[in-house]
């Protein structure tokens, strides 16, 4: 796909301790990712679609809690896309990408500074 993209926008990052007497009381979170695609505008004049891809993402770890929103928009040329349905997984790894990377660099950097050794690596 030939993809002309915006900055990613980071809506939010946290890391937050386990709470494990909260948890005991209210349940265990668990872990979840979900990407959106939302068909911002389609330009059937030059066979462009933009579009905005949302990230957001609990990940549960031994001792830490990440939760994240990020978000990216892009423009699709060549190419009108109606709906999600018109992309194949491929399609839209390919849009997701940049927001999973931001995810795996703010996971390591904030790791690294919060436990004092190195960063925890995502892998997805």
Do not use: C, W
Not at 9 to 26: K, M, P, W
Not at 92 to 114: D, G, H, I, N
């Amino acid at each position: 796909m030939d993809i002309l993209r915006e900055k990613e926008l980071v809506s939010f990052y946290h890391y937050d301790a386990r709470n494990f007497d909260f948890e005991r009381e209210h349940g265990t979170p668990e872990t979840r990712i979900n990407v959106q695609l939302h068909i911002l505008n389609t330009d059937e004049e030059t066979n462009h679609t933009f579009v905005q891809i949302n990230l957001s993402a609990l990940i549960v770890l031994e001792k830490f809690v990440l939760s994240s929103a990020l978000s990216q928009v892009s423009q699709v040329n060549g190419r009108l896309i109606e709906s999600q349905e018109d992309l194949t997984q491929e399609d839209m790894q390919e849009l997701a990408s940049p927001l999973f990377e931001l995810l795996k660099r703010l996971t390591y950097e904030v790791t690294e500074v919060a436990l004092d050794e190195p960063g925890l690596k995502l892998e997805f």
